[in-house]
């Protein structure tokens, strides 16, 4: 080590010398390195003697050993990390504990959900072959029946989980979102002008799309919706097909695309249970009012709905206002 270390401290001393140049030591030309020896008895490398030529024709050796340098070895590829366990490629439908009762429970909820789509379905068929139009309104009605029931049972069994969130979206585009203006495509056609009918019932499946989208990527209320839900909107529009089969064909187009703004309107719409709570004369008028007239009646309350989200828009607006 000390003789490595004098090998350092001459070779930086000769570096040096050629940095600073003639001008400043006096004979430093060159520094001539030659081949490198191995003593065979003792495995080192004996560095050669430096020999640092001057102008005066006096010279300077520089002598010492160094250990050999262990020879380089590639480094042999390293083999990927195996799991002793499979990948999971699969993700439980069902978080929580996994017993018999709950999946059971499970799949009576999922049940609800399929027999809606299945319900959708069927009302699309009989509405375009058939040409039933009332039939297939009955059907979205009891689309609309197994919907609200999928989601009270969820939450009552205790099994919600993410996937049935996506399956009821799912069967509520098909149900709601297509189903729903094909009927009334099936129920303005030979009315109204097809220019005008398709454009509005295809308003009506991309505002459901556009609806059921932003309800799964949106933070929950409780307490209001974000736009008219889809399911409502069906209800609407299957409830008009089935009471009022003469409305004039300008009056059903404007409520179908009344509808599909609605639902993509950002207003908010107060839930089923915070309309309960409303002053009991105020839920009996509707009552009264289906005995004298339930056609207009009914057509009173859609409309008090949809502008009850404006309404409270404003209300909410004007309440968070710096004063």
């Given at each position: 080590?000390?003789?490595?270390?004098?090998?350092?401290?001459q070779?930086?001393?000769?570096?040096?010398?050629?940095?600073?140049?003639?001008?400043?030591?006096?004979?430093?030309?060159?520094?001539?390195?030659?081949?490198a020896?191995?003593?065979?008895?003792?495995?080192?490398?004996?560095?050669?003697?430096?020999?640092?030529?001057?102008?005066?024709?006096?010279?300077?050796?520089?002598?010492?050993?160094?250990?050999?340098?262990?020879?380089?070895?590639?480094?042999?590829?390293?083999?990927?990390?195996?799991?002793?366990?499979?990948?999971?490629?699969?993700?439980?439908?069902?978080?929580?504990?996994?017993?018999?009762?709950?999946?059971?429970?499970?799949?009576?909820?999922?049940?609800?959900?399929?027999?809606?789509?299945?319900?959708?379905?069927?009302?699309?068929?009989?509405?375009?072959?058939?040409?039933?139009?009332?039939?297939?309104?009955?059907?979205?009605?009891?689309?609309?029946?197994?919907?609200?029931?999928?989601?009270?049972?969820?939450?009552?069994?205790?099994?919600?989980?993410?996937?049935?969130?996506?399956?009821?979206?799912?069967?509520?585009?098909?149900?709601?979102?297509?189903?729903a203006?094909?009927?009334?495509?099936?129920?303005?056609?030979?009315?109204?002008?097809?220019?005008?009918?398709?454009p509005a019932?295809?308003?009506?499946?991309?505002?459901?799309?556009?609806?059921?989208?932003?309800?799964?990527?949106?933070?929950?209320?409780?307490?209001?919706?974000?736009?008219?839900?889809?399911?409502?909107?069906?209800?609407?529009?299957?409830?008009?097909?089935?009471?009022?089969?003469?409305?004039?064909?300008?009056?059903?187009?404007?409520?179908?695309?009344?509808?599909?703004?609605?639902?993509?309107?950002?207003?908010?719409?107060?839930?089923?249970?915070?309309?309960?709570?409303?002053?009991?004369?105020?839920?009996?008028?509707?009552?009264?009012?289906?005995?004298?007239?339930?056609?207009?009646?009914?057509?009173?309350v859609?409309?008090?709905?949809?502008?009850?989200?404006?309404?409270?828009?404003?209300?909410?607006?004007?309440?968070?206002?710096?004063?």
């Amino acid at each position: 080590m000390r003789r490595s270390g004098s090998l350092a401290r001459q070779v930086l001393f000769a570096g040096r010398v050629g940095r600073r140049g003639e001008g400043n030591v006096a004979g430093a030309t060159s520094l001539l390195v030659p081949a490198a020896e191995t003593d065979t008895r003792t495995g080192r490398v004996r560095l050669p003697r430096l020999r640092m030529r001057r102008r005066d024709g006096l010279s300077r050796d520089l002598t010492t050993l160094a250990p050999i340098s262990p020879p380089v070895v590639p480094a042999a590829p390293v083999a990927p990390h195996v799991d002793d366990e499979p990948a999971q490629l699969a993700i439980p439908l069902l978080p929580g504990e996994r017993t018999i009762a709950r999946r059971i429970r499970f799949a009576l909820v999922n049940a609800c959900t399929l027999s809606s789509l299945m319900l959708g379905l069927s009302a699309i068929f009989i509405a375009v072959n058939q040409g039933d139009v009332r039939a297939a309104a009955a059907l979205l009605i009891a689309c609309v029946v197994f919907d609200g029931l999928d989601g009270f049972l969820a939450r009552r069994l205790g099994v919600a989980s993410p996937f049935g969130a996506q399956m009821d979206s799912l069967a509520d585009m098909c149900s709601f979102g297509l189903a729903a203006p094909v009927v009334v495509y099936a129920w303005l056609n030979g009315s109204a002008p097809g220019w005008f009918l398709v454009p509005a019932c295809a308003l009506v499946a991309a505002a459901a799309a556009i609806r059921l989208a932003r309800f799964n990527v949106s933070p929950k209320d409780g307490r209001f919706f974000c736009g008219v839900p889809t399911t409502m909107c069906a209800a609407v529009l299957a409830l008009g097909t089935l009471i009022a089969p003469e409305m004039p064909a300008a009056l059903r187009i404007a409520g179908v695309v009344l509808l599909g703004l609605a639902m993509v309107s950002s207003f908010p719409y107060a839930k089923l249970a915070r309309l309960l709570k409303l002053p009991p004369w105020l839920l009996v008028l509707p009552v009264i009012g289906a005995f004298v007239n339930y056609r207009v009646t009914f057509v009173v309350v859609v409309l008090a709905y949809l502008i009850s989200g404006p309404l409270l828009w404003l209300k909410h607006r004007n309440d968070n206002q710096p004063a």
